[in-house]
């Protein structure tokens, strides 16, 4: 589906990612772990083809990424993004309409179709009673979920989500989490998000990329990568990991006071 | 939607025919509806002797330049506003009415022919948009802020601003009241020309083809890209056509302040912001509301004309902030 190549991201004269050699299959979905400031949205953006790798290259269904049209590879992948600045008063139903726009070509109105993708998207995100809300009078849970949904309705095979948990409550995370499990499994869409909940992590992928931000990076399924060493190193800070029934659960050690 | 906005766009249209109908009809000599096809007929042909067919036919002029300009001014304050993300914006801020005024008022000072006041204001015009282009060519590509931009621009306005007080503190005490008329913005003996009809049509037609894509911008930002937008082509689209349109517009009828900030407020407030519907609904209402204006502007104090300027400020400023309010409300 979606492969870097040889892929090396540098801010300001730092190296954040030393030579990423990786790649996601169908039906499979990542979680991107790592501090701030470790590369994590830049690489994200990277692999969206919204910004340029200092080196290597990003290639989607074995094309790279400045062979796709812009408007071919919108339908080939979609991005959530972290931050969200809303300028208009758009109703909820419109933000989410736009996300159709790759496959309107020449159309000047949506058609039948493109409502149908949305009003799924939203009753799937469990804000279809919003549809008609100007965008600016919603909550930042309510505002981050009709995002989510326009990720949905852009209805591409790769999905790529920058901390799509924020401002969520425990039980939509929980929900939005199956959700995107299940479009792995049933829809073999790849998905890629990026998290601070390992333990999340641990339930909602089935793979998990940590990076580190010097350079070093680790890839592999949540078996081989999620454990309290390595989350330790990777995130600079000792992990404990307690086993609950048949659950493993990673908590950060030393008390707070 | 496709339904309503058809309608809309139909009963907007109407309605500007209506404005220039009586822009025709009203005035310090009145002009009975009924006088009006046979005086309209008359002053088509140019045949015009009666005294009612010149009286159409000056006013209908004026009229058609006054809906021009309105129009032009409404679009370029939709364009801006969505090229800036700012609802704030007009399609002075950047500077362009500025750059015109410079030259006009240079233009004014020097005593030159009428006609060299209108082309050293559009070169004026000019001169500052290709400035700012310039300055600002990062800022209008995919990944530029559009607060740089605004900023370039604003800092080119006070310079230009600067030159115009200072011309105006140097200028004989004769040709100081041309020169302010002029700034505050004079449609009476505005000539009507071709070239706004033209960019007028051009930048619509622009504004039309990529009113989705302008949705996706107004609401994405540089983010717009991964939606398949070409940010950074689009972003100088919409500069072009708007400094086209506030180039021709200022050119025309001076720096008539207001309408390019509150028809497309009035209109999104009104109609919602999706430009599918905003963009010709507010260049259309734009129109209708200088025409409206202008009249009002020759007619409230007559036989006085008002400079049709004092009169979008007098207006504007209390039905601004009386949408300000409105917005507020929970």
């Known amino acids: 589906m979606i492969s870097a190549i040889d892929l090396t991201l540098a801010v300001g004269g730092r190296v954040l990612l030393d030579k ?14 790592g501090r701030n400031g470790a590369g994590k949205s830049t690489l994200l953006r990277t692999l969206a083809g919204l910004s340029l790798p200092s080196a290597g ?15 071919a590879l919108a339908q080939q992948r979609a991005l959530l993004t972290q931050s969200r600045s809303d300028a208009f008063g758009y109703r909820v ?75 969520l409550d425990l039980g939509h995370q929980v929900s939005v989490m199956r959700l995107l499990a299940r479009l792995c499994r049933e829809q073999g869409k790849t998905v890629m998000m990026i998290g601070h909940d390992v333990n999340l992590a641990q339930h909602a992928a089935s793979h998990a990329l940590l990076l580190m931000g010097d350079g070093r990076w680790t890839a592999g ?21 307690i086993q609950h029934g048949n659950r493993q659960i990673f908590i950060p050690e030393g008390a707070f006071t | 939607m496709q339904q309503r906005a058809t309608v809309l766009v139909a009963a907007l249209c109407a309605l500007a025919c209506a404005s220039l109908v009586l822009a025709g009809t009203v005035g310090s000599v009145p002009v009975s509806l009924s006088d009006l096809p046979a005086a309209l007929l008359d002053a088509l042909q140019g045949t015009g002797t009666t005294l009612a067919s010149t009286l159409v036919d000056l006013r209908l002029t004026r009229a058609l330049v006054a809906f021009v300009t309105g129009a032009a001014l409404a679009l370029a304050g939709v364009l801006m506003q969505a090229l800036l993300r700012n609802p704030l914006a007009d399609p002075y801020v950047l500077g362009i009415s500025a750059g015109a005024s410079v030259g006009a008022l240079a233009a004014l000072l020097f005593m030159c022919a009428a006609w060299m006041v209108d082309g050293a204001a559009f070169a004026g015009a000019a001169a500052i948009s290709l400035l700012l282009y310039a300055l600002a060519r990062r800022d209008l590509g995919a990944d530029g802020g559009a607060t740089s931009l605004l900023l370039t621009g604003v800092i080119l306005s006070s310079g230009c601003m600067a030159l115009v007080t200072l011309m105006l503190s140097i200028a004989p005490e004769g040709r100081l ?17 071709v070239l706004p009809w033209l960019a007028l049509s051009a930048a619509l037609l622009f504004a039309v083809r990529n009113a989705r894509a302008l949705n996706v911008i107004a609401m994405h930002g540089d983010g717009a890209a991964a939606l398949g937008i070409h940010v950074g082509p689009l972003r ?55 025409v409206l204006a202008d009249t009002l502007a ?7 004309q008002l400079p049709v300027g004092v009169v979008t400020a007098l207006l504007g400023a209390p039905v601004f902030l009386f949408q300000l309010h409105q917005l507020r409300r929970p």
């Open chain 1, 93 to 167: 139903i419109e933000t989410v309409l736009a996300a159709r726009h790759p496959y309107c070509g020449t159309r000047y109105w949506e058609d039948g179709d493109d409502h149908r993708h949305c009003r799924a998207a939203l009753q799937a995100m469990q804000v279809d009673g919003l549809a008609e809300r100007d965008i600016r009078t919603l909550s930042g849970g309510e505002r981050q979920r009709v995002a989510i949904a326009a990720v949905l309705a852009q209805d591409t095979p790769l999905i790529l989500l920058d901390e799509p948990a924020n401002a």
């Open chain 2, 236 to 290: 100088k689209g919409l500069y072009c056509c708007s400094a086209l349109l506030t180039a021709s517009a200022v050119t025309t009828a001076g720096s008539i302040g207001f309408v390019g900030l509150i028809v497309p407020h009035a209109c999104r407030f009104a109609l919602g912001p999706d430009h599918r519907l905003l963009v010709p609904a507010a260049t259309l209402a734009g129109g209708t509301f200088l």
């Open chain 1, 57 to 71: 290259h990003v290639a989607l269904q074995g094309r790279t990424l400045d062979q796709w049209p812009l408007p």
């Open chain 2, 177 to 193: 009241r041309g020169m302010i008329f002029w700034m505050i913005g004079d449609l009476s003996g505005a000539p009507l020309r």
């Open chain 2, 298 to 304: 020759r007619t409230v104090a007559a036989p006085q």
């Open chain 1, 20 to 33: 990423l050699n990786w790649q996601a299959e169908p039906g499979q979905s990542w979680y991107v772990i």
């Open chain 1, 221 to 241: 399924s949540v078996a081989e990568v999620l454990h309290a060493p390595l989350l330790s190193q990777y995130l600079g800070h000792p992990i404990e990991a």
